[in-house]
């Protein structure tokens, strides 16, 4: 079996975050100007930031389950759930394709 290192994922991972944020910020200049999504931008979106925000999901569910009897407890439950939850799962499946 191969033996994964920790090293080669390190480098992976900041390779692809790098790649999305110089990406999403060039895509969110081209949208002020009102420019129409590109093919680029669609793919990058479907490839990268789509899967990164159903992993942003799938983590904000988990620390919200977490936090949920101190969210209880400070009767914020539904902003925390909104914050955690809500809002990544809005901007992964409720946004159009290549729109940032």
């Known amino acids: ?18 790649t999305v944020s110089f990406a999403t910020n060039s895509f969110a200049q081209s949208r002020v100007t009102g420019a129409e999504i590109s093919t680029e931008e669609m793919v990058i979106d479907a490839l990268f930031v789509r899967p990164l ?25 539904g902003e ?7 809002d990544p799962a809005k901007f992964t499946f409720a946004r159009p394709l290549g729109e940032f």
């Open 53 to 77: 925000g159903i992993i942003a999901t799938i983590i904000g569910a988990g620390f919200f389950v977490i936090s949920l009897p101190f969210s209880l407890l400070g009767r914020n439950a």
């Open 1 to 18: 079996m191969y033996k994964l290192t920790k090293k080669p994922m390190v480098i992976f991972l900041i390779v692809v975050f790098a």
């Open 80 to 86: 925390a759930a909104s914050k955690l939850v809500v």
